[in-house]
């Protein structure tokens, strides 16, 4: 069974990178999509970004000028980083593998994509301060 | 962005009640819809994909349903290992959202 294992420091200071991997093992990382989610304290999920086995990527225009998420096969890893930081970026951080399914759509005469999340990690507190 | 409101924002229920949940889109997200249960200090866990199927796994007491704007997660007979904060997530269109949850709690 794939497990999914954040790390990274819990501590940033504001105006500097978060940095996280999220290591996959009993799994390859070269066929699925891969995803970050946040949660700040006390509050719902939010959706950051996720990136393909092709290496495409999909943001949260909330975040998007100050995201990047890569992947390393060669490790089986794949990474967020976010960059000029504030207090409102402290939150748990939880990494997830994403399922691509395909469904044909009769009347459009074509196939559409759903996507959902399987497995996560089980996340890691990243907090904000000087 | 879409965005998906839930309903209630909490209840509370006793072991073997039937309990529902409901998440309504802003707009048609067509059965792009997920379910998933989170316990304090844990991961969300996913339930349901694509507004009705079961993840392998899940017991079948839970089931979903919904098309368009209006979905509706449901516990036929609740459990106590399924006191939790349930959330719907939408993946019609980028950016991917969630509604902000709700608690069932015990009565």
């Known amino acids: 069974q794939v497990q999914l294992q954040e790390s990274g420091p819990g501590l940033v200071k504001p105006s500097e990178t978060l940095s996280l991997t999220c290591s996959v093992s009993?799994?390859?990382?070269?066929?699925?999509?891969w995803t970050w989610i946040r949660q700040p304290p006390g509050k719902g999920l939010e959706w950051i970004g996720y990136?393909?086995?092709?290496?495409?990527?999909n943001y949260n225009p909330s975040v998007k000028s100050r995201v990047t998420i890569s992947v390393d096969t060669s490790k089986n890893q794949f990474s967020l980083r976010l960059s000029s930081v504030t207090a409102a970026d402290t939150a748990v951080y939880y990494c997830?593998?994403?399922?691509?399914?395909?469904?044909?759509?009769?009347?459009?005469?074509?196939?559409?994509?759903?996507?959902?999340?399987?497995?996560w990690g089980k996340g890691t507190t990243v907090t904000v301060s000087s | 962005d879409i965005q998906m409101t839930q309903s209630p924002s909490s209840l509370s229920a006793s072991v073997g009640d039937r309990v529902t949940i409901t998440c309504r889109a802003s707009?048609?997200?067509?059965?792009?819809l997920n379910w998933y249960q989170q316990k304090p200090g844990n991961a969300p866990k996913l339930l349901i994909y694509?507004?009705?199927s079961l993840q392998s796994g899940v017991p079948s007491r839970f089931s979903g349903s919904g098309s368009g704007t209006d979905f509706t997660l449901t516990i036929s007979s609740l459990q106590p290992d399924d006191f939790a904060t349930y959330y719907c997530?939408?993946?019609?269109?980028?950016?991917?959202?969630f509604g902000r949850g709700t608690t069932v709690e015990v009565k």
């Open positions: 997530q939408q993946n019609y269109i980028s950016p991917w959202t």
């Open positions: 694509f507004s009705s």
């Open positions: 990136i393909s086995y092709t290496g495409s990527t």
């Open positions: 707009q048609s997200i067509s059965t792009y």
């Open positions: 009993d799994g390859s990382i070269d066929t699925y999509y």
């Open positions: 997830a593998r994403v399922v691509r399914g395909k469904e044909y759509n009769a009347p459009t005469s074509g196939f559409y994509y759903y996507y959902y999340m399987d497995v």
